[in-house]
């Protein structure tokens, strides 16, 4: 279960839970700790697909908008039903978590129930969902653009071509993954010997090869916010030059080989029009100055009252994936590199001997008995960078630590679906 998503989701639902229909600025009262009961609104994060894997569905309860902690809800029996008669029971695995039993999928022609029994013997029950038609991701690729605010980039475009002719609805996901070069790597690294002020060679560190991977890492991030696309408003069923995402060229991700891993949902008409009001709801700026809806109606509902709805959606979704790759000289050949994560301009020359250090005697250090250079490498802030020659009391030049290291941003471990060509 991706929990900031469903963070953001359960936000959204909790400002929803909150909101009113009139167009004057007024006082709400936040749902704070003091007044959350048992009896408050169930939330139910559920999207089963036609994967074969253990599907997930997270249970929990209106939470207080001044912090990010959901209330999970734990001890529910939770299961999905096929319009065959097949059960897929599943199974608390973290709280408020709950895994399938078995790797199943979603069958085209088939539809699908959720059914949730709590720990007090409430029953909530979804609206049947049928499988959407599978539809492949089309055309992906990376353009050099300029924005509407200016700033110059790259945006990752995606075209989708389907033979129907009913509109189309997709959520989709990402994650980016990105080569990192640490720009002043160098093979050798400081390491501590000895520190004990007031013994004899109190302050001692030598350099020595990395023992592993420092210079090429791979960093990772996954998509933080709602996208959806349709061709409801369109011309046909195609969607054409839909802009997935934007990188600013000043961003380091994309300074050598950059990747994006694309999930793209099919939706039902019904899951289309919830997210889309979900994320319309929560991207407002100012949520109590206009028109609010007192609530966001999905498909889930306590089975002895109809009226007493879940906040949330089970949704059905086929899903599709593609991966694209660039570099950043196909976009931007012969041009200077994005500015590197951290500022590595500015060589340092930390004192190995401390200044004013003073010894009482042997083991008793009466002045200034701390390293400059030793604290700093202990508290791993600082690489190596050249030697200083003929100076004993600060006889290192060092950066940053990811200006040679770059394992401070990523991975040094190559992903299994890297690929350079």
Request: glycine share 6%; net charge negative; charged share 20%.
């Amino acid at each position: 279960m991706n929990t900031k998503r469903s963070s953001r989701f359960l936000s959204a639902l909790a400002l929803l839970l909150t909101g009113i229909s009139c167009v004057e600025e007024v006082a709400v009262e936040p749902i704070t700790e003091s007044n959350l009961t048992v009896d408050n609104i169930l939330v139910v994060d559920a999207t089963l697909t036609d994967e074969l894997k253990n599907h997930e569905v997270q249970l929990t309860r209106i939470f207080p908008l001044q912090t990010d902690d959901a209330i999970f809800e734990t001890g529910a029996q939770v299961q999905i039903v096929d319009d065959q008669g097949t059960f897929y029971p599943f199974e608390e695995v973290e709280t408020g978590n709950y895994r399938s039993q078995s790797v199943f999928a979603a069958e085209s022609g088939k539809s699908y129930t959720l059914e949730i029994t709590l720990a007090n013997g409430k029953r909530y029950v979804s609206q049947e969902v049928a499988v959407p038609d599978v539809v492949p991701i089309g055309d992906m690729r990376a353009e050099r653009i300029t924005n509407d605010l200016g700033e110059e980039g790259v945006a990752i475009l995606l075209d989708n071509t389907t033979d129907g002719q009913e509109p189309t609805y997709f959520r989709y996901e990402y994650e980016e993954t990105y080569k990192i070069v640490a720009p002043n790597w160098d093979p050798f690294r400081l390491r501590v010997v000895r520190y004990e002020p007031c013994f004899p060679d109190p302050f001692v560190v030598d350099i020595i090869p990395w023992e592993d991977e420092r210079k090429t890492c791979f960093g990772s991030s996954k998509s933080q916010r709602l996208i959806q696309a349709s061709s409801a408003d369109l011309v046909g069923t195609d969607i054409d030059n839909f802009q997935l995402h934007f990188i600013s060229r000043n961003n380091y991700i994309i300074s050598h080989r950059y990747s994006m891993n694309v999930t793209q949902y099919t939706q039902t008409a019904d899951a289309y029009s919830f997210y889309e009001r979900l994320g319309s709801f929560s991207s407002s700026d100012n949520l109590f100055s206009q028109v609010q809806p007192g609530f966001l109606e999905g498909n889930i509902a306590l089975e002895s009252n109809a009226e007493e709805q879940a906040l949330g959606f089970f949704e059905v979704a086929s899903v599709s994936q593609k991966r694209m790759y660039f570099n950043y000289e196909d976009l931007f050949p012969g041009e200077p590199l994005p500015p590197y994560a951290t500022n590595c301009e500015t060589i340092g020359n930390p004192r190995l001997i401390p200044e004013a250090y003073h010894c009482a005697s042997e083991g008793l250090c009466d002045g200034n008995c701390n390293s400059p250079l030793i604290d700093q490498l202990l508290a791993g802030t600082l690489v190596f960078a050249a030697e200083k020659e003929e100076d004993i009391i600060s006889p290192y030049f060092t950066l940053p630590t990811p200006c040679g290291d770059c394992t401070q941003l990523g991975s040094n471990i190559v992903p299994d679906f890297w690929s350079e060509e």
